[in-house]
């Protein structure tokens, strides 16, 4: 049995870029990266992460928030509080 297998995909080349500088910066390669995804997918038996279409309103603040005018909440009170209004 081989020590190690071969996997391959493609990316953007910007995606890949701006995730191996990530990787880089945190000391982890992306062998090992990859690993660890894949240990994740058979620990979730499945994605690690939620595969959702966002609604109108999510879609609309994550642009918001891509764009700067989210809004900041100092406490999770004040963010509870806006959320009942």
């Known amino acids: 049995m081989a020590k190690t297998a071969m996997a391959h995909a493609r990316l953007s080349p910007e ?5 191996e500088s990530i990787l880089k910066e945190l000391g982890i390669s992306i062998s090992t990266a990859y690993e660890l995804f894949y240990r ?7 994605l690690p992460f939620d595969v959702r279409i966002p609604t109108e309103e999510t879609a609309q603040a994550m642009q918001d ?3 700067g005018k989210g ?14 209004e």
């Open 40 to 46: 994740q997918i058979i620990a979730y038996n499945g």
């Open 71 to 84: 809004t900041l909440y100092s406490n999770v009170q004040d963010m509870l509080t806006d959320c009942e």
């Open 15 to 19: 995606v890949k870029e701006q995730a």
């Open 65 to 67: 928030a891509r764009d």
